[in-house]
């Protein structure tokens, strides 16, 4: 989990996209738990660089807002 421990996060956009710009996964929850699998197929990707970007939507006092440092980067499978 990329977020310990999880506090005044309401939810997140998190996106991975494969070398072509794909989108191949995707998650609302702040747990993320991503395990290298397709969310289209369920099935394992392939090894390789993934990109991914992550909008945080945190609790405020004034309500529910996006981060405005929005994370990416780049995410490499091992099998």
Do not use: M
């Amino acid at each position: 989990t990329p977020f310990q421990p999880i506090r005044f996060i309401h939810s997140l956009e998190f996106k991975v996209y494969n070398r072509w710009g794909n989108l191949v996964f995707e998650s609302n929850d702040p747990l993320i738990q991503w395990d290298g699998k397709s969310s289209i197929n369920n099935k394992n990707l392939n090894e390789g660089a993934y990109f991914y970007t992550c909008i945080v939507n945190e609790e405020r006092l004034g309500g529910v807002v996006p981060n405005k440092n929005h994370l990416k980067g780049w995410i490499q499978i091992i099998r």
